[in-house]
């Protein structure tokens, strides 16, 4: 794998929705830190049963099960981006609806280990392909939803990302659970 990993992106290569993400995001090597989230994620996720796993905190929450579903959903969608802004494409990239997206991927009717393998799986993609980045495409800025993006903001976005949800597990989902 390339020894190069970009630095925390300047506040003019992304939209201010994803400021929060971004500040989130653990300081230092991203790869080393999205490498990390991979294994204590997948570890986490090892230990719910597929009936925790359909726990919700409140009504018209998602479960366990869709929040990890919708992570990788998102990880897929960012990954995209940056690759196609890496690759120098000028197009503005398209948006997306998580809301609608949650319920007609049908996370409920999978177990949680194999939600939790496709985590793993796509986490594993984008490393490979954050990995294969240069310093100059990890700089290159296209645009998502008519703003700024670069590829290296995308790649901050993933780990800041992930780490939000895992944080909302922690905190909205997990103290309920039963052994």
């Not at 991927?105 to 949680?112: L, N």
């Amino acid at each position: 794998m390339p020894s190069f990993s970009p630095a925390r992106p300047a506040a003019s290569e992304y939209y201010s929705f994803y400021q929060p993400y971004i500040t989130a995001a653990p300081d230092g090597d991203l790869l080393t830190a999205l490498r990390d989230q991979r294994d204590s994620t997948t570890a986490v996720l090892a230990g719910i049963s597929d009936t925790q796993a359909g726990f919700r905190y409140a009504e018209g929450k998602w479960s366990i099960r869709e929040v990890v579903g919708h992570v990788s959903d998102v990880e897929r969608v960012f990954s995209c981006r940056a690759l196609r802004i890496a690759r120098g494409d000028t197009i503005d990239l398209p948006g997306f609806d998580e809301n609608v997206w949650v319920p007609m991927a049908g996370f409920e009717a999978r177990s949680m280990a194999d939600v939790a393998t496709e985590f793993r799986a796509v986490r594993e993609a984008t490393l490979a392909l954050f990995g294969s980045f240069s310093a100059e495409a990890w700089l290159r800025i296209g645009s998502a939803s008519g703003h700024p993006a670069s590829a290296r903001a995308l790649g901050w976005i993933v780990a800041g990302h992930e780490l939000h949800h895992h944080r909302v597990l922690a905190e909205r989902y997990f103290p309920h659970l039963k052994p």
